[in-house]
């Protein structure tokens, strides 16, 4: 069902009105988690003047260690709505249990599937039959097939509008946090119809690579990048070190302007 061989022309997949496909190069942009109404509304903002049309921002975290901040929950997702209200930014956040994707879904405008949950069937089947766009990123020891197949598992729940996002692999370099594996955008590219987009957030986990790793997205001809924002990030509850902030803002949307789509 994603691939390239039966569809021929690469897809466009809308998300509450905003494109995401290859005639253009979304940004999607703001807090890693949802900690405040203030934090989120200033994180929201900075994203939208730097150009972004969707806005990020976890409600419920799926941390590595139990003991880190786990994310709001149902008030997360409220302070989102509330945002979307201010700004008319649509919402993209994660679903991290099966059980969840309904509650999730009636807030959220895209459901996104994290790393570590690539790989769950029944989560992907869920958010399959959900009825709203998905965001699925890269497993972090995924290949390609592995991670088309978990496209699959949405697709086959009648849910095309799926948006496939790379956001670093494990490797053996541990200077980043993850390796950015930028050729899987113009392979995956050429095995589906499903847009690509990139996390350079994510994948190097430090504010000094981001906007190289946005300028290597945008160049290799991603559909899109998803990129953390927070307006005190020494104080954020997840991530800090990766967030972007106000002076980095003009630069990230002089890079998003010079690199037109690859069609
Ligand atoms: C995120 O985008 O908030 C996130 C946790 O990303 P990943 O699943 O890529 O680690």
Redesign the pocket.
Known sequence: LVSRENHPDRSTVTVRGVPIGPDTVTLIAGP?AVETTQQTLEAALMAKAAGATLLRG?AFK?RTSPYAFQGLGEAGLRILADVREQTGLPIVT?VVDAHDVALVASYADML?V???NAQNFALLQAVGAAGKPVML?RGMTATIEEWLMAAEYVAQRGNLDIVLCE?GIRTYEPATRNTLDISAVPVVQRLSHLPVIV?PS?SGGRRDLVLPLTRAAVAVGADGVIIDVHPHPEQALCDGPQALVDGDLDRLAAIMRDFPPLV
């Open positions: 890693c976890g799926p994660e996104q994290g790393t570590r990123k956001r996390d994510h």
